[in-house]
């Protein structure tokens, strides 16, 4: 793991105060050894989500001072927003990227949950390739009912958390981590605050309700906004294309007479994913990546 580069795209429950936010991505900017790419709040949904880049054990340090922060400033149990949480940290997942493989990446996530709940005392679910039980693979399985209905059944043994517990933390709940390949967070918003059509065509593409076998997706209400959202997770953007995902909601939104205004990318995206697109919309024959010239460059760089 030594000279290893990982990911590490921490979802915190607080989208709305400013203060708090700040607060927590602190650590981030201040930890030498773990780089801070990127940070999005979301009122509606109300949560925090921040991309980091760098060496394990310092993103590790980081992440246990922003949690720290996190939980002496977010009391689950008067928390409101249109994401699905179980937590004060909701998820923190680790992704390869360099000189560390994925069983790397599943065992230092499996120390870091140790260490987590030793340091703060919020019980673990690990998921993905972290699962210690297959059913818990899939975050959505874990997070079934959220942090009010899994509260009380925590104490149930098929719902006890892998580390720590069984009963969550008083105010913080639990967090959900793993090791997992790439991700991209993509939301498509609709001209309506009618939210049941967005959670229909949300069920319309999610691998679960057998859409695209590749993409987890729900339906959102932009109150602020006066839209709704198709909020999803593509978690294979080389097997489910965006433009392939947007065409579908685009084209079963004009079921109802509504249109896409626009989409959103949250946190990081592989400059592939949004050249697939690109070169479907503009219909470029034959297009290779290494056609762009500041992709060209770093190669030559290497």
């Known amino acids: 793991m030594a000279g ?3 990911e590490c795209v921490p979802n915190f429950s607080e989208g709305r105060r400013e203060d708090v936010i ?4 602190a650590p981030f900017k201040s930890t030498k050894g773990c780089s801070l790419l990127d940070y999005r709040a979301d009122a509606d949904h109300n949560r925090l989500v921040v991309s980091l880049v760098g060496s394990p054990e310092p993103i590790a340090d980081a992440l246990i001072e922003a949690a720290r922060t996190a939980m002496g400033s977010i009391d689950m149990n008067a928390h409101k927003g249109a994401h699905p949480r179980i937590g004060a940290v909701d998820v923190i997942p680790f992704t390869p990227v360099r000189n560390i493989t994925m069983a790397e990446c599943v065992e230092f996530s499996h120390a870091f949950g140790e260490r987590y709940f030793k340091e703060l005392g919020i019980p673990v679910y690990f998921y993905e390739d972290s699962a210690k039980r297959p059913e818990r693979k899939r975050l959505e399985v874990i997070r079934k009912g959220q942090y009010e ?10 719902r006890h958390p892998d580390v720590g517990g069984p009963a969550l933390h008083a105010t913080a709940g639990a967090t959900v981590v793993g090791a997992r390949q790439f991700l991209v967070a993509f939301n498509v918003n609709l001209n309506t605050p009618d939210v049941e059509i967005a959670k229909k065509i949300g069920n319309f593409v999610r691998s679960s309700s057998g859409g695209f ?3 987890k997706g729900m339906g959102v209400e932009l109150k602020e906004r006066g839209m709704s959202q198709v909020s999803m997770n ?3 953007y080389q097997k489910n294309a965006l433009y392939r995902v ?12 509504v249109e896409v205004v626009e989409t959103e990318v949250y946190g990081m995206i592989p400059a592939q994913a949004l050249l697939d697109s690109a070169a479907y919309y503009l219909q470029i024959k034959d297009f290779q990546s290494d056609q762009v010239l500041e992709l ?7």
């Open 4 to 6: 290893g580069l990982i």
């Open 22 to 25: 700040e607060a927590i991505v």
């Open 149 to 158: 209905v899994l509260k009380e059944e925590s104490a149930l043994p098929e």
């Open 213 to 215: 076998c590749h993409v």
């Open 234 to 236: 593509i978690v294979d």
């Open 246 to 257: 947007l065409e579908l909601i685009r084209m079963e939104a004009k079921r109802w007479g």
């Open 296 to 302: 060209k460059l770093l190669d030559e760089g290497e």
